[in-house]
């Protein structure tokens, strides 16, 4: 919501918005001119305003949702303003999928940006590389992720998408795996007939997804014995995969069984490996030269909480990141086996009672790749407390798998578990999609 509300003032707009409390986004704003009301009340209001713009996470009973309907008041959610937004762009670039939407955005913006092209840019985390969410170029070209929860992004308009993985996620709108893939071809079926979709040929469905588009279709793949896919205009995979002594990946990449160029990048993991490929292929139909790509991808050193680097207390390492589902801990996890370290402790805040709940044997199964593991409450962000599924559920899954598990009720008792219990050359990852950040950062004296 920041970043669209920076964006439309710069395009001209006359822009309020509210937030329940003060930060650095708001202070942000402020200074850019927008009037940002501390606390959301009706009064906030007023008749003069053309349109309000909610997010899904603002219920009914709130009193600007309320004092909307009653002076009736145009309104319009997120999703459906992006969409809006897209249409005054000539090339408006949507990525989606159940993981990496933020990496895989963030890459395709640096090698825009490195070719030249002056992207516009709307980011769900923050890039300290345009140093924020968004950014705001002159350009036709506009870079957006795509988000599946509530089909929001059925309201998009884009011209090139791309599909990065199809999973069982946010069950709590979703009915099953079938009812996300109907999503995410419905999104498919966005794309105008001169519109590009890139979509990973390793995923499992891929034929629905890709069958009778309206426009053609690139895939791309980390296994590297896969050099086409049916159907596809083009295919890129990556081969001679390496790790260095950061974890850093490097590979050679190929298109339709043809070497290319090899490609370094600064961050961890054969899923960044899997997410970087995508945004070259994207690239590619932009017609921007290999050694651009090579030289945009080597300055991607991550994004805000996504295996990001804290600091170091008493010789442990602090790193952060944000997953929060299973496949996402299993990736993260992995990833850092190749990162220099002895032993390695994840906190883990699960992230909603639906989702723990839904997948508790597979976040165990996820969790177990780390040495030890230390387990917070359950994060609720939109949901109430059904009382049937608990941080100590998840606790008993790893003990009955053999791993060592701790269950602390604050986040106090963890950090002073983490002090007395941590040594020289431990690797410590908070994670979780909620506020488990600050347990690593209060360690650090931030």
């Known amino acids: 919501m920041s970043g669209l509300a920076e964006l439309l003032h710069t395009m001209g707009f006359q822009v309020t918005g509210s937030d329940a409390h003060k930060s650095k986004i708001t202070d942000h704003l402020e200074a850019l001119g927008i009037k940002v009301f501390l606390g959301q009340r009706a009064a906030n209001i007023t008749t003069d305003m053309k349109l309000v713009v909610y997010t899904t996470a603002v219920k009914e009973n709130n009193p600007e949702y309320q004092e909307v309907l009653l002076k009736d008041i145009p309104m319009i959610d997120r999703a459906e303003l992006l969409g809006q937004v897209m249409l005054n762009f000539g090339d408006a670039i949507a990525v989606a999928g159940t993981h990496g939407k933020t990496t895989t955005t963030s890459m ?111 895939s791309y793949s980390t296994d590297a014995n896969t050099t086409t896919v049916p159907g596809a205009a083009s295919h890129f995979h990556a081969a001679n995969i390496t790790y260095d002594e950061f974890g850093y990946g490097h590979y050679d990449l190929y298109e339709n069984g043809s070497f290319l160029i090899h490609i370094d990048l600064k961050v961890i993991g054969i899923h960044n490996i899997s997410n970087s490929l995508p945004a070259i292929a994207l690239a590619r139909s932009l017609n921007i030269p290999l050694e651009t790509i090579k030289d945009a991808l080597i300055l991607f050193t991550g994004t805000e909480r996504r295996f990001q680097y ?40 699960p992230h909603t009672y639906t989702r723990t709940k839904a997948f508790l044997t597979e976040f165990a199964k996820a969790l177990s790749l780390a040495d030890k593991v230390v387990l917070a409450d359950i994060y609720a962000a939109r949901e109430n407390n059904p009382g049937d599924i608990s941080s100590k559920d998840l606790q008993a899954e790893l003990l009955k798998i053999g791993k060592e598990a701790y269950y602390l009720e604050s986040f106090d008792e963890i950090e002073n578990f983490l002090l007395e219990n941590c040594t020289n050359g431990d690797l410590l990852i908070t994670m979780g999609a909620g506020d488990v950040v600050t347990i690593g950062e209060s360690l650090l004296g931030e």
Request: with cysteine; glycine share 8%; aromatic share 10%.
């Open 310 to 349: 804290k600091g170091t207390i008493g010789g442990v390492t602090v790193i952060d990141d944000y997953a929060h589902h299973p496949t996402e801990v299993t990736a993260t996890l992995t990833a850092a086996k190749n990162y220099p370290h002895k032993t390695t402790w994840c906190v883990f805040q």
């Open 108 to 218: 395709i913006s640096l090698i825009l940006m490195e070719a030249g092209l002056d992207p516009t840019i709307s980011l769900g985390g923050i890039l300290d590389n345009i140093g924020g969410n968004i950014r705001i170029g002159k350009s036709e070209h506009f870079i957006t992720e795509a988000c599946e929860y509530t089909n929001s992004f059925l309201k998009f308009n884009p011209t090139r998408s791309i599909i990065l993985n199809v999973e069982a996620e946010h069950l709590d709108f979703f009915k099953d795996i079938d009812d996300i893939y109907l999503s995410f071809r419905q999104f498919a079926d966005r794309l105008p007939e001169n519109g590009l979709l890139i979509v990973n040929g390793e995923i499992e469905n891929l034929s629905y997804l890709t069958k009778d588009l309206a426009c053609p279709f690139i």
